[in-house]
């Protein structure tokens, strides 16, 4: 998706270029017709080149979804009273581990889905896991006890996510952008599948460790 992009990127900023010599050369010859279109095209690519460098920038991290999917394995530890270790297999083959507070292992994502016009350029509905906490049974204990929570996301210049919320000139190209978490106990040792669709994110519980 990223490579598409930046391909889409460079021929735009190619023709701006183009474009921009053709106008001038136009306005030498006192073609002022020529002149302004040439300049209005080179201005046009212009853009549209700006427009495919920053949604490059901004997903990057993202992973393409097609079906639901595994985006993590979690094994869960408890190491003491309302306390827990969580150990992330990523779909990249990537693994981080965290120490938690909590009853429950709390997971959140980002989502973007994008239109029918965006899949034309291999824009197809994406995700990327957020955050990670510990999430607490009672509300007391959420509102009064330690409170922890860690980023999943990878770090960029930029967020689709964050500029589709932003800026309402990406709406023609981004069909809906949402948020998606869930959380399960985490009493107990235990492994997890943290699975994501179209439709959110979810967890799985496919085994207790030890057993």
Not at 87 to 93: I, N, T, Y
């Amino acid at each position: 998706m990223e490579t598409i992009l930046v391909v889409l990127a460079l021929v735009c900023g190619a023709l701006s270029v183009g474009f921009l010599a053709f106008g001038v050369a136009a306005l030498r010859r006192k073609r002022l017709l020529g002149g302004a279109v040439g300049t209005l095209l080179a201005l046009l690519s212009l853009s549209l080149a700006a427009l495919f460098a920053t949604i490059a920038v901004a997903t990057q991290g993202y992973r393409a979804l097609t079906r639901e999917e595994v985006a993590a394995v979690v094994i869960t530890r408890p190491t003491g009273p309302q306390r827990f270790e969580a150990r992330f297999q990523f779909a990249d083959g990537t693994e981080s581990e965290f120490v938690l507070a909590g009853d429950e292992l709390y997971v959140d994502a980002h989502i973007l889905k994008w239109k029918p016009i965006a899949n034309l350029i291999g824009l197809h509905t994406a995700y990327e896991l957020d955050r990670v906490g510990g999430r607490y049974f009672e509300l007391e204990h959420e509102r009064d006890s330690t409170r922890t929570i860690f980023s999943l996301s990878r770090d960029k210049p930029m967020d689709m996510f964050t500029l589709r919320q932003r800026y309402g000139m990406f709406a023609p190209l981004l069909d809906a952008e949402y948020g998606s978490g869930t959380f399960v106990p985490a009493g107990e040792p235990s492994e997890f599948e943290v699975r994501v669709s179209t439709t959110g994110l979810l967890v799985r519980r496919v085994g207790l460790e030890g057993r």
